[in-house]
T-cell receptor
């Protein structure tokens, strides 16, 4: 079955530390992959996406993610956390077969400790 | 450039009441979607539309109806609200299908409480 999984519903990091948010998918065909960020009481904003081409993609606010087909993963990273990064992050997947819509993970809430 | 606009932003309903949530986009997008967001469950697709006059069921369609009479508008209706429909509702739009999927543009959400 096709699915998307985010490991860790809550992640805490110190300001200046590495941010690593995990996302894995289950699909026989590599899907299109997205990361969205949601700040409190706001809608979701696209951080970055992978469709084809280079497997390391850079997004806004210093975030990047690497598509690893062998690990069926698309983890989100940022070298140095900033207080303004505190938000909820959603991994989303568009499977290349089946319904033409995004499937979202359950989200990871990032807390940045000063 | 408004993007995706949702109205209302907040609403409290009594059980059994009906209401309509309006979503409007000004980007000439073909596809539109309604999601609900609940704690620990991420976003779940309620209904979607791939063009004017078309609608389709998503993952959790029960208790909701939709209409897309105009390309720019996508309405979500609750005929008889239940407490289980207390949620934050998001509308989104996208250009459509093709070799690349450009991701969605989201509205700011409607927080609905059913008492």
């Amino acid at each position: 079955a096709q699915s998307v999984t985010q490991l860790g519903s809550h992640v805490s990091v110190s300001e200046g530390a590495l941010v690593l948010l995990r996302c894995n998918y289950s699909s026989s065909v590599p899907p299109y992959l997205f990361w969205y960020v949601q700040y409190p009481n706001q809608g979701l904003q696209l951080l970055l996406k992978y469709t084809t081409g280079a497997t390391l993609v850079k997004g806004i606010n210093g975030f990047e993610a690497e598509f690893k087909k062998s690990e069926t993963s698309f983890h989100l990273t940022k070298p140095s956390a900033h207080m303004s990064d505190a938000a909820e992050y959603f991994c989303a997947v568009k499977f290349q077969t089946g319904a033409n819509n995004l499937f979202f993970g359950t989200g990871t809430r990032l807390t940045v400790i000063p | 450039n408004a993007g995706v606009t949702q109205t209302p932003k907040f609403r409290v309903l009594k059980t059994g009441q009906s209401m309509t949530l309006l979503c409007a986009q000004d980007m000439n997008h073909e596809y539109m979607y309604w999601y609900r967001q609940d704690p620990g469950m991420g976003l779940r697709l309620i209904h979607y539309s791939v063009g004017e006059g078309t609608t389709a069921k998503g993952e959790v369609p029960d208790g909701y109806n939709v209409s897309r009479l105009k390309k720019q508008n996508f309405l979500l209706g609750l005929e008889s609200a239940a407490p289980s429909q207390t949620s934050v509702y998001f509308c989104a739009s996208s250009p459509g299908t093709g070799s690349y999927h450009y991701g969605y543009t989201f509205g700011s959400g409607t927080r609905l409480t059913v008492v």
